[in-house]
């Protein structure tokens, strides 16, 4: 598979025109409740809208929970009833009209759920007895921090209703005109959750060992599979280390970059396409030195340990920056974050600066 930044990327049937994407990013901006809660707005489509004119690939929209209660806030977007459908059938017709494939990224935030939007009261938990609050679910009944709502154990009936919403919420998104999916398995979210001993503490079959603590993350992926079509992709975004065995002076026990690789294989063999590699977010007190390329590793150890396509994430801001991680190897495309946010035409000033070429709507062409 060739590396440059600006070659298609196939995926089973489906192709992305470059290899520049969008992470996805929380905007907390739906209708807390009402007709209209978790359903996309005018703002989610202008913001989406302006990235694929800007000539990006492939968009992943926010975490869009498949549950009201597997919203992060009550302002997040969802796949769980027929209006989130239809106003998202809007965005993502005008998203292939550009050329770009449209993701829907299905979350459920466990533990880290019922909190204010991060820019009221730095995102505060809402107390289930407060307007919009609830009380969060999680593997084991440990709270996310000594301010957050002790969460309720989840019980394996509800563990398996959880995975049959993320199937159903599959269907929805079929429907809504999305062309793939990304499970959202990190950043401390419930799949997250269950993966890590340090949020984990269960004694039945969803926890304790490794193939316990992911069996949760499987089934989530063999539901979402019997819903999706097989000709179209699947993907996985994992946090490769909670950045808790890294620091010697932690003796905590957390989710590794070898757990995330080995992962990796049982998740291909379960269907995935492709593995989006991110960290941490599950211990808020674990603290790293983030500097350019820093996520980057974790991803190439993925793709070099099972041969499966990975994207890489996390201080990409610089094309040549881009490009290197591609051509070298280290990853099959790039994930752009906050970079987009500062400039939605990132891919093609790209490309007028390496030479490259990406698409452009009918209307920017000026004489």
Not at 145 to 162: C, F, K, W
Not at 269 to 279: E, I, Q, R
Request: glycine share 8%; charged share 20%.
């Amino acid at each position: 598979m060739s590396t440059t930044l600006f070659t298609p990327c196939s995926l089973r049937t489906l192709t992305a025109p470059n290899r520049i994407w969008m992470a996805a990013m929380c905007q907390y901006s739906a209708a807390p409740d009402g007709d209209a809660v978790g359903v996309p707005t005018d703002w989610h489509f202008a913001h989406l809208a302006a990235r694929a004119t800007g000539g990006t690939g492939l968009i992943i929209t926010e975490a869009t929970a498949v549950s009201p209660e597997g919203r992060i806030t009550p302002y997040d977007l969802g796949i769980w009833n027929d209006a989130q459908v239809t106003a998202f059938r809007r965005i993502t017709a005008f998203l292939k009209a550009q050329g770009t494939v449209p993701v829907i990224q299905l979350a459920h935030a466990g533990r880290k759920a019922s909190t204010e939007r991060t820019w009221v009261d730095r995102g505060r938990a809402l107390a289930p007895d407060e307007a919009h609050g609830w009380t969060p679910v999680a593997p084991s009944a440990i709270p996310f921090t000594s301010t957050r709502t002790r969460p309720d154990e989840l019980t394996v009936d509800q563990i398996r209703g959880i995975a049959g919403q993320f199937a159903e919420a599959a269907r929805r998104a079929l429907d809504a005109g999305f062309q793939a999916i990304e499970i959202h398995g990190a950043h401390g979210y419930l799949i997250h959750q269950f993966l890590s001993p340090h949020s984990n503490h269960r004694t039945d079959a969803y926890g304790g060992s490794f193939e316990g603590r992911i069996r949760f993350a499987l089934e989530v992926v063999d539901a979402v599979r019997s819903e999706w079509p097989e000709e179209l992709p699947v993907l996985f975004r994992v946090s490769a280390t909670d950045w808790l065995t890294e620091n010697p002076e932690d003796g905590r026990e957390g989710w590794t970059s070898e757990d995330t690789v080995r992962l990796a294989k049982e998740l291909q063999a379960h269907g995935v396409d492709l593995m989006d590699v991110s960290t941490g977010g599950l211990v808020p007190d674990a603290r790293i030195e983030a500097g350019p390329d820093y996520q980057v590793p974790f991803a190439e150890a993925v793709r070099n340990g099972t041969g499966m396509p990975v994207a890489a994430v996390g201080q990409i801001t610089d094309p040549v920056q881009a490009q290197d991680i591609l051509a070298s190897g280290r990853a099959d495309a790039v994930l752009l974050g906050r970079e987009l946010l500062r400039n939605p035409y990132w891919a093609r000033q790209a490309a007028a600066a390496l030479g490259g070429q990406v698409s452009s709507p009918d209307q920017y062409h000026l004489a």
